[in-house]
Nanobody
Framework: QVQLVESGGGLVQAGGSLRLSCAASEGTFSTYAMGWFRQAPGKEREFVAGITWRGGSTHSADSVKGRFTISRDDAKNTVYLQMNSLKPEDTAVYYC???????????????????WGQGTQVTVSS
């Protein structure tokens, strides 16, 4: 069972940037499609971005398209979320998640993901 640990969250002013990292414990990380989700206080968890297990395709939510970029480095068992032009409405706990090994495609449905990290807080001040 893969374990995921997020890092890189923090407090940033509007318009600033952060890069989140999610490190996986398993050497088979390259076989997992990965996703980033976020949950703001009082709101449901929502999909942010996903990447296929070979990294050939990515997909982002409309709310972050053009500002956030997901990428992966399989040699480091790590997936990243580069966040630029941050807005106060991006404030949330950000989670990385993994689908089961060799699952094809990207899903925005959180229930399609089998493994989750503990989350990292991102706060954007106005």
């Amino acid at each position: 069972q893969v374990q995921l640990v997020e890092s890189g969250g923090g407090l940033v002013q509007a318009g600033g940037s952060l890069r989140l990292s999610c490190a996986a414990s398993e050497g088979t990380f390259s076989t997992y499609a990965m996703g980033w989700f976020r949950q703001a206080p009082g709101k449901e968890r929502e999909f942010v971005a996903g990447i296929t297990w070979r990294g050939g395709s990515t997909h982002s939510a409309d709310s972050v398209k053009g500002r956030f970029t997901i990428s992966r480095d399989d040699a480091k068992n790590t997936v990243y979320l580069q966040m630029n032009s941050l807005k106060p409405e991006d404030t949330a706990v950000y989670y990385c998640a993994a689908r089961r090994s060799f699952t094809l495609g990207i899903s925005s449905d959180q229930y399609e993901y089998a493994y989750w990290g503990q989350g990292t807080q991102v706060t954007v001040s106005s």
